[in-house]
């Protein structure tokens, strides 16, 4: 079933954390949007002959990402992050906080 959170005590808070962490997403070179980003990627490659294109399908991605490795990664990116001070007052200490909360 689907069900909303709206009205849920930390519908804010995420709503907030997004709009921090959004930034960071996307900035690395293998990052790809969506399947048409890939096609348009993919399009313009060549395999060689003795490799192989594969593909998996995933499921329950985001219940098999490991949440301390995930949160050290958005520790990082903050502490890198030029714009953080443009976007918040908040450190990239208490972001993390807030994400572990």
């Known amino acids: 079933p689907i069900a909303s959170f709206y009205t849920s005590p930390t519908y804010q808070l995420s709503k907030h954390l997004v709009h921090l962490l959004s930034p960071l997403v ?3 070179s293998s990052h790809i949007k969506n399947s048409k980003d890939f096609a348009a990627f993919i399009s313009d490659q060549t395999i060689p002959e003795d490799k192989i294109l594969v593909s ?3 499921t329950s991605l ?3 990402v490991p949440v301390n490795l995930a949160c050290s990664v958005a520790q990082s990116r903050l502490e890198n992050d030029p714009t953080l001070h443009d976007r918040t007052s908040l450190s990239s200490t208490e ?7």
């Not at 972001?95 to 909360?101: D, V």
Request: charged share 10%.
């Open 56 to 58: 998996f399908d995933v």
């Open 95 to 101: 972001i993390l906080r807030l994400l572990h909360f």
């Open 26 to 28: 996307g900035n690395t």
């Open 62 to 64: 985001f219940t098999n």
